[in-house]
């Protein structure tokens, strides 16, 4: 996929974009190994605002397969709270699984996550990667 990565401590790959990072897993063994694409979203939203972000997460979810996105509840001594979101997407590999499939899914999800940041901007009006809410673009009138 030649994406540029690193490996962590656990062995598993991280894939960094500007808004957030993509890690590649391998969990369980023999039958029941399973792949997962975990992608963990940098962007904070306030504690207050976890009811609206939760019923956003909650449409993509019904509407998309990929990722399934859930909310995180980030703790940080002398930091407000904030809620953060994690998307996944998993397949079993135990019992074996074509090259082709498993680089065209990985593809796949790697390409969902991206058009969820996307779309989670657009639905929540949040201001694109790379600018501050000052900065976002006014609606035409």
Do not use: C
């Amino acid at each position: 996929m030649e994406l540029k990565y690193v490996v962590d401590d656990e062995g598993d790959l991280a894939a960094p974009w500007e808004e957030f990072r993509t890690y590649f897993m391998f969990r369980g063994e023999n039958e029941q190994q399973v792949f997962s694409v975990r992608t963990f979203y940098d962007r904070p939203h306030a504690l207050e605002d976890k009811a609206r972000v939760l019923d956003a997460v909650d449409d993509w979810n019904r509407r998309t397969l990929w990722p399934k996105v859930y909310t995180h509840t980030h703790e940080e001594e002398g930091q407000p709270t904030t809620v953060r979101l994690i998307g996944e997407a998993q397949m079993l590999i135990g019992t074996g699984v074509s090259l082709e499939h498993f680089v065209s899914s990985t593809v796949s999800w790697v390409r969902a996550a991206i058009e969820f940041d996307k779309w989670l901007v657009e639905q929540l009006g949040l201001a694109p990667a790379g600018e501050s809410a000052d900065e976002k673009p006014a609606d035409d009138a």
